[in-house]
């Protein structure tokens, strides 16, 4: 790991994570910096956060490469020049497949707006939603080649309120995202957090399960 350990940021959308981390970086004293944004899509929105912030950012397109093991090598290749020792995937569209996954083992983290291993995949709130749940949330994991399988390192979860609906879960669940998001990356820059041998470690502790936090604990 560098001194200041290098983020590097996968966004295909909003990029509200992403401008957590750019917010608490610029609050001073985070133990780790950006050293890129990466985007499968021209049009997202977080690329024009990156700008603002004065990150530098590249966009490797599906459709500029003939075969998706292209593809990947191009992701790959965009990575490797940003010279992380982090990578963070952050509404990144996209499943990682072999050799990123190889490569940035145990510094490469996703966040899902699930509590896994319930609702993997797509249409978290909704189905939660669907479920009758009494309480959701999101989670951060170690990725590995399976999809939003990964052991997880820490979980945000509320309560579902009756007024719920799929935008106002996605709303609450998010702004927990961007607490426990950034928590976890400084963790891993301040090495505290390791992925050893398939085990979540954190402070020389093996995580049997994610740290979990309430609404109420990430208050203030
Ligand atoms: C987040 O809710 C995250 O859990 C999921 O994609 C969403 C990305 O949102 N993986 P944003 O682009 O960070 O606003």
Redesign the pocket.
């Known amino acids: 790991m560098s001194s200041t350990p290098r983020v590097a940021i996968l966004?295909?959308?909003?990029?509200?994570?992403?401008?957590a981390f750019i917010d608490e970086i610029a609050e001073g004293g985070y133990p780790a910096q950006i050293c890129g944004v990466v985007s499968d899509k021209p049009s997202a929105y977080?690329l024009q956060r990156a700008d603002s912030a004065g990150l530098p950012t590249r966009v490797v397109r599906r459709g500029d490469y003939p075969s998706r093991d292209a593809f990947d090598a191009g992701l790959l290749q965009a990575l490797t020049a940003l010279q992380p020792d982090i990578v963070v995937?952050?509404?990144?569209m996209r499943i990682l497949r072999g050799e990123i996954v190889a490569r940035y083992a145990g510094r490469l983290l996703?966040?899902?707006?699930a509590l896994l291993p319930k609702y993997k995949g797509l249409d978290t709130h909704a189905r939660c939603l669907a479920n009758g749940d009494p309480v959701h949330g999101?989670t951060v994991h170690f990725v590995t080649a399976e999809l939003d399988d990964g052991p997880g390192i820490i979980q945000a979860q509320l309560e579902v309120a009756p007024e719920d609906d799929v935008a106002s879960l996605?709303q609450r669940?998010?702004a927990l995202?961007h607490r426990i998001y950034p928590m976890a990356v400084r963790w891993l820059a301040e090495g505290r957090l390791a992925f050893l041998d398939g085990q979540v470690v954190l402070d020389e502790q093996p995580l049997a399960t994610p740290v979990l936090v309430t609404a109420d604990d990430l208050r203030g």
Not at 89 to 92: C, E, K, Q, R, T
Not at 110 to 113: E, F, R, S, T, Y
């Open positions: 966004i295909s959308g909003s990029g509200s994570n992403l401008q977080g995937l952050a509404g990144f996703n966040i899902h707006p999101s996605q669940v998010q995202e």
